[in-house]
Nanobody, 119 residues
Framework: QVQLVESGGGLVQPGGSLRLSCVAS????????IGWFRQAPGKAREGVSC????????YYADAVKGRFTISRDSAENTLFLQMDNLKPEDTAVYYC????????????WGNGTQVTVSS
């Protein structure tokens, strides 16, 4: 079955940390640019961070720069997002996405994992 499954979300206090994982099955993540998006209640989905198919190029939204770190493990077919110094405004459902460079393969979304930052 072809899918992306996120995990690692939860409730954390401001200043805390979480590590999100996104495991791909049925296809190879190393053939894709992959990234994290998030959607807070009443807001549009926004890009958080992404990493190129070969892992050499990363992007971070200004709101998370210096606090979040994206990485990938090709052997485990997994994408990670280390989130440190979390703030209440980071509260959202976090989704991973795999996008084929040049559009030669199908693109995929995960179903999301909830991150809540609250005291």
């Amino acid at each position: 079955q072809v899918q992306l499954v996120e995990s690692g979300g939860g409730l954390v206090q401001p200043g805390g940390s979480l590590r999100l994982s996104c495991v791909a099955s049925g296809f190879r993540l190393d053939q894709y640019a992959i990234g994290w998006f998030r959607q807070a209640p009443g807001k549009a989905r926004e890009g958080v961070s992404c990493i190129s198919d070969r892992g050499g190029v990363t992007y971070y939204a200004d709101a998370v720069k210096g606090r979040f770190t994206i990485s990938r493990d090709s052997a485990e077919n997994t994408l990670f997002l280390q989130m440190d110094n979390l703030k209440p405004e980071d509260t959202a459902v976090y989704y991973c996405r795999a996008e084929s460079p040049g559009g030669v393969l199908p693109n995929y979304w995960g179903n999301g994992t909830q991150v809540t930052v609250s005291s």
